[in-house]
């Protein structure tokens, strides 16, 4: 049998466990669990409240502050050495990783944190860190098929979730959308290809009479150009980019993604429509300018917030794509990735946050007096 130890991988055990899945065998020991507690850590706010006999309730906020956390050996994976095979999620990559490294991988997706095998391990490796895709029960019984990484090769999808677990270790905007909206590009495109949605369908355009129409429109409009003694170049350029009028736009191919995982409704109105554009207006200014977008309902202490909250609206779209569709996760904190992506299209709202309305600071503010006045929490 080959061991390797697992670093930064946070399963929130509190005792020692051995888990068994697929070929490999997680074994946690006490020692494992203590140093759970030495990895970062955001800060946190709590709500609590205290009831004594004969006084009213007391409610309270408390917030503890976070810590910069270390590197430390939280588990220990095993395979049989028989077993050990070459990479399939990094194939495309190197030929120098295996398996192994899938799992480590895979645990990274599960956890939220980038988990690094001992070999992996040097100077400057980021410890941030993002929403956990399923919470700490699920690893006492580790329902998950680890053959789904297959699929994953299969489908051609390696480098998005690869993408996708390197996205929750950045903190910049930039990289963190570059590498996130990467991810969901290739899911839903690829989603398309395989689906018809790549074209549009007979019921949307009559074929042959359509593109009859094109071609017409097309000789009349190059023939106006030429008259206008137009450059030649700008003219080729024109005519190779008509026919694309009849593919479907980037926002169509997404909505009919996410129509399709039931993350956006089929009858959607024109205020679903409009949070919608909000990710494609972020992908085009971001990926074409690098800045972020401009949108005069949103004022400019706002917008990088917003920003944030859509990047992080995308991340979520391709993690409940990854834990739901194809590893086929069920787990309470998967169905709750769902249920903020429907609160986004539906509300506005993202984790409870209004993302259009309120800065971060307004909206902790607003979940603090609610809690403190009337002892409700308005997150969900």
């Known amino acids: 049998m080959e061991q390797f130890k697992l670093f930064n991988f946070d399963h929130g055990l509190c005792n020692a466990k051995e888990i ?10 006490t020692h494992h669990c203590k140093n759970i507690l030495l990895l970062k850590q955001a800060p946190s706010t709590s709500f609590s409240f205290s009831i004594k006999i004969g006084e009213s309730t007391e409610r309270s906020v408390k917030y503890k502050e976070g810590q910069s956390g270390q590197f430390c050996e939280t588990a220990i994976v095993e395979i049989d050495k028989n077993n050990i095979s070459q990479s399939l999620l990094y194939d495309t990559l190197t030929d120098e990783l295996t398996n192994v490294d899938d799992f480590a991988l895979v645990l990274s997706f599960l956890s939220g944190r980038r988990v690094y095998l001992e070999a992996d391990l040097r100077e400057g490796l980021s410890k941030n860190y993002k929403t956990r895709i399923v ?3 699920f690893y006492y019984s580790f329902n998950m098929d680890l053959e789904s990484i297959q699929e994953i090769k299969n489908l051609e999808l390696e480098t998005a979730f690869v993408n996708l677990v390197h996205a929750c270790s950045f ?5 963190l959308f570059f590498y996130a909206n990467s991810a969901l590009n290739a899911i839903y495109e690829k989603w398309c290809t395989d689906n018809g949605e790549s074209k549009y369908k007979k019921q949307n355009i009559v074929g042959n009479l359509q593109k ?36 479907p736009s980037t926002l169509f191919k997404l909505k009919s993604f996410l129509i399709n995982i039931d993350l956006y409704p089929k009858e959607g109105n024109g205020n679903h429509k409009k949070k919608l554009k909000w990710i494609n207006m972020l992908r085009n200014s971001m990926f074409h300018s690098g800045n972020l977008p401009k949108d005069k309902n949103i004022s400019k202490d706002r917008l990088l917030t917003t920003t944030f909250d859509v990047t992080s609206l995308v991340i979520a779209i391709v993690q409940y794509y990854f834990a739901k569709i194809i590893f086929k996760i069920d787990n309470d904190s998967v169905e709750k990735i769902k249920k903020d992506i429907n609160q986004y299209f539906n509300e506005g709202k993202f984790r409870g946050k209004k993302v259009f309305d309120e800065t971060y600071e307004e909206y902790i503010e607003r979940v603090e ?6 002892g409700r929490l308005p997150m969900f």
């Open 20 to 29: 068994r899945t697929g070929n490999f065998t997680i074994k946690v020991t």
């Open 135 to 137: 919470n700490y029960d």
């Open 171 to 175: 903190e910049d905007i930039g990289s």
């Open 212 to 247: 009859q129409t094109v071609e017409k429109a097309k000789i009349q409009f190059i023939k106006i150009l030429q008259e206008d003694n137009v450059n030649t170049d700008i003219i080729q350029d024109i005519e190779a980019r008509i026919p694309s009028i009849l593919s």
């Open 369 to 374: 007096n609610a809690w403190l006045e009337n």
